[in-house]
């Protein structure tokens, strides 16, 4: 295997965040996803920091999502975008130390996270359960059961 010629900027990385007074485990963790950068680089033949243009990231990032993980499913979007902000933060703090001229991960965008529906949903006897809830016998409660047949009615009436 080829020398790893990006090592020592890596550990100039690390130097500079544990100045910026970050926790251990979060500089390592960069440090990680460098290394594994840096190791796709070596594979693809890019020995020098000069090699890596925004085409090279841009393949690196769909590595990242071509890739299949240990338990045999494809990376999350999550675990890709988090792999290419460390690239991305490298890289700039490679052009802003003058180490390389311009930053070519800059206009590099982050996949899509894809939207989740929200977990929390009340089933229909917990819904009713909440309803029946306050005292009638009292005004307040009277009030609370009136408006909470009020928003289910309204909630049925938009998912209808």
């Known amino acids: 295997m080829k020398e790893n010629s990006f090592k020592p ?4 990385y690390a130097k500079s965040l544990k100045i910026r007074n970050l926790g251990k485990k979060t500089i ?9 950068f840096t190791c796709w680089l070596i594979k693809n033949e890019i020995t ?6 925004k085409e090279i990231i841009r393949s ?5 999502y071509q890739c299949i993980n240990k338990k045999g499913a494809p990376n999350t979007v999550s675990y890709q975008n988090n ?12 052009h802003e130390h003058d180490y390389i001229v311009s930053d070519p991960a800059k206009k590099i965008q982050y996949a899509k996270q894809p939207k989740k529906l929200p977990r929390g949903i009340l089933t229909p006897s917990e819904a009713r359960k909440i309803i029946h809830a306050p005292d009638t016998k009292t005004v307040i409660g009277y009030r609370d059961r009136t408006i ?3 928003l289910s009615v309204q909630g049925s009436e938009k998912t209808s």
């Not at 900027?9 to 100039?12: G, L, M, Q």
């Not at 020098?48 to 243009?53: A, E, L, Q, R, S």
């Not at 792999?83 to 490679?94: G, I, N």
Request: charged share 25%; with cysteine.
């Open 9 to 12: 900027f890596i550990n100039e």
């Open 28 to 36: 390592t963790g960069a440090c990680w996803k460098l290394d594994k």
């Open 48 to 53: 020098h920091i000069d090699g890596i243009n």
């Open 60 to 64: 690196y990032q769909i590595e990242l």
């Open 83 to 94: 792999m290419l902000s460390a690239v991305k933060q490298f890289m700039r703090f490679l």
């Open 148 to 150: 909470l047949e009020a």
